[in-house]
């Protein structure tokens, strides 16, 4: 399970909206900040992430909770968001060399272009159908998995500032 951490925006029944803030790997790279990830997250920032998780834990609004999204599914998201339209595109490019050899038209490059084009955009409404179709599968769903907080000492060993974590009271 991948675990990132967030803050509860919103609950609406058994879901609840949690704003992410997406975290870098700018400084553990060797290029530290060079890079054009570094340059466009300087220029226009990290926005939060908002994904809708399954609440079990009864989390309200302002909480600080882990998030985990099953490991399993990320090659799948990966293959979807990325690969599929580029090779939909592809196909759609082949589609306008093929009708261009077909017509002999002057204009054959703007067909590889234009079913380049054409194929990019059915490439992102069929990735985005098959998320939405995906969103309500339990198996693929992000799960509140518990209550962030910082623990300051090991159990048994002192007091800890998690809000669900027991209490040790000093001895008399």
Not at 80 to 89: E, K, N, R
Not at 111 to 124: N, Y
Not at 160 to 170: F, I
Request: aromatic fraction near 6%.
């Amino acid at each position: 399970m991948i675990e990132e951490q967030g803050r509860i925006v919103s609950v609406n029944g058994a879901l609840a909206e949690v704003a992410c803030i997406r975290r870098s790997a700018c400084g553990a790279c060797s290029v530290n900040g060079a890079c054009g990830t570094s340059l466009l997250e300087r220029y226009l920032g990290r926005k939060p992430l908002a994904l809708h998780a399954a609440n079990a834990i009864g989390a309200r609004p302002g909480d600080l909770v882990v998030v985990g999204v099953p490991a399993e599914t990320l090659p799948q998201a990966a293959f979807v968001a990325y690969l599929m339209p580029l090779l939909i595109m592809l196909l759609g490019a082949l589609g306008g060399d093929w009708l261009a050899g077909l017509t002999q038209a002057s204009w054959s490059q703007g067909l590889v272009l234009l079913g380049g084009i054409i194929g990019l955009g059915l490439g992102f409404r069929w990735s985005a159908s098959f998320s939405a179709r995906r969103a309500e599968d339990p198996r693929f769903q992000a799960v509140i998995l518990r209550r962030a907080g910082l623990e300051v000492a090991g159990p048994g060993l002192g007091p800890t500032l998690d809000p669900g974590a027991p209490r040790d009271l000093p001895a008399r």
